[in-house]
């Protein structure tokens, strides 16, 4: 098969979650396992670290990857969903996977697949193990799915997890208290491996994730006791940060530049400060030089995108890829800090979700331009302008996402502002992302 032959073969024989939702969610890891075991176990070959969380464990993974690479590791990189190419889930040092390797592991495990009947997402974590295997990767960074006990990325052993914060998301499969998404998110978590939470959310969260790592007598830091990350200000388009050790005092990092500046990184940076010091407890040699450089470049070493980008000025557009209640709220209070103008909102869905509680926080006051991202589960603009009416949010509907930001361009003064969003897959039909 050709590449596109191959990739048509992935999304047209695999249950592709992104595409059918819950049709194509399959707990448990046995499958994988057989796949892995066909391969060899590549994921035994290298040393990983594991990332769960609601929100936010996209951002830690890629600048985790950025330190680790700028340290002079050969990183590996597997995170999920891709927003332009199938081949953005699959690094090494920041390069995407191969089309060759990918046509050569589907032709060599077509028969296993047919046999096995595994999830697209199951191959697609058999297959980045395999890489970087071959690769001979000195460490991958790993971006679990969804929840984490049962997540296809399940079967490594790390040298470090890390749970970033715990949201509602996805309750029909992870439950619907946050003691019971804390519980599958803490799934991750191996005996006496060291375990950092970025945020310290509440009581119930922390003692299901304190009891998970006694448990399994892994070595706990909650980030945020240990660290405060302030906000110091923008110079050159970076954000400035400073970091203190809450324990001792000492002011650990000053004027840290970021190129991620969604103000909601400054928690996912406490525990990227954490686990860094993690690795260097374990004998990793991560030097600050090596900090500072990837934190201020993490985009362009990794390829990130879409979290808190900013696509034009006058007006200035931004785009983020937050899609649930916590993601949004802090996305849209950060979006307000920087509006001066009319705020514009270029907003779609997919449909299995319930977004009543989404809709509710967006403003009033604003223009709304209803749209609907190239995807199967997507939400029908016109049932979006109905819904979104319902909570007072007004604006016209549009067949994709290219017209409706088109149309809030035109509409727009200069000290105007537009939000893309609302979905991941709204931001991966932004044109030159």
């Given at each position: ?27 448990g890891l ?20 594991h ?6 464990k ?9 330190i680790?690479?700028?340290?002079g590791y ?13 081949r ?19 032709d ?16 697609t974590v058999?297959?980045?193990f395999?890489y ?8 991958a ?32 499969f ?27 959310q ?6 299901v994730?304190?009891a ?6 892994a ?19 970076l954000?400035?940060?400073?970091i ?7 002011l ?15 928690k ?5 400060w954490?686990?860094?010091?993690a ?7 991560i ?19 879409g ?11 931004y ?78 509907t ?19 502002a ?7 897959f709204v ?7």
């Amino acid at each position: 098969m050709t590449y596109q032959e191959t990739i048509e073969y992935l999304y047209d024989r695999l249950p592709v979650f992104q595409n059918i939702g819950a049709r194509a969610f399959k707990p448990g890891l046995h499958t994988t396992r057989e796949l892995c075991k066909l391969l060899g176990d590549p994921q035994d070959q290298f040393p990983t670290i594991h990332i769960a969380g609601t929100n936010g464990k996209g951002s830690t993974s890629h600048m985790l990857a950025a330190i680790l690479q700028e340290a002079g590791y050969r990183v590996g990189l597997y995170t999920s969903p891709h927003l332009k190419d199938f081949r953005e889930r699959i690094r090494v040092n920041g390069v995407p996977v191969s089309e060759d390797f990918i046509v050569d592991f589907i032709d060599d495990q077509k028969s296993n697949i047919e046999r096995l009947s595994p999830s697209f997402f199951e191959v697609t974590v058999a297959m980045a193990f395999s890489y970087f295997g071959r690769s001979k990767v000195d460490v991958a960074v790993i971006e679990v799915g969804m929840g984490g006990r049962l997540d296809s990325t399940n079967v490594i052993t790390p040298e470090l997890s890390v749970i970033t914060n715990i949201s509602f998301d996805h309750m029909q499969f992870l439950g619907d208290t946050l003691g019971k998404i804390a519980a599958e998110k803490a799934g991750i978590i191996k005996n006496a491996v060291p375990v950092v939470v970025s945020e310290d959310q509440n009581a119930e969260i922390s003692d299901v994730i304190t009891a998970a790592a006694e448990n399994a007598q892994a070595p706990l830091t909650f980030a945020a006791r240990a660290y405060d990350v302030t906000y110091v200000g923008m110079r050159d388009g970076l954000m400035l940060v400073n970091i203190q050790n809450r324990g001792s005092g000492d002011l650990e990092a000053e004027n840290l530049a970021l190129d991620l500046t969604g103000s909601y990184q400054l928690k996912n940076v406490a525990g990227v400060w954490a686990a860094r010091k993690a690795l260097l407890s374990k004998g990793w040699n991560i030097c600050d030089e090596a900090v500072i450089r990837a934190l201020r470049a993490v985009g362009s070493i990794t390829g990130l995108k879409g979290r808190w980008q900013q696509l034009g000025q006058a007006p200035n557009v931004y785009c983020d890829t937050a899609h649930n209640t916590a993601g949004l709220t802090a996305t849209l209070a950060q979006f307000e800090s920087v509006c001066k103008g009319k705020k514009r909102f270029v907003i779609g869905f997919v449909g299995d979700k319930d977004i009543s509680t989404m809709l509710s926080l967006f403003p009033r006051d604003a223009q709304y331009y209803f749209c609907e991202p190239s995807n199967m589960r997507a939400l029908k603009a016109p049932e979006l302008q109905a819904r979104a009416l319902e909570c007072g949010l007004a604006g016209e509907t549009f067949g994709n996402v290219k017209e409706a930001l088109a149309a809030a361009l035109r509409d727009s003064a200069p000290t105007d502002a537009i939000y893309v969003g609302g979905s991941t897959f709204v931001v991966a039909d932004i044109e030159n992302l």
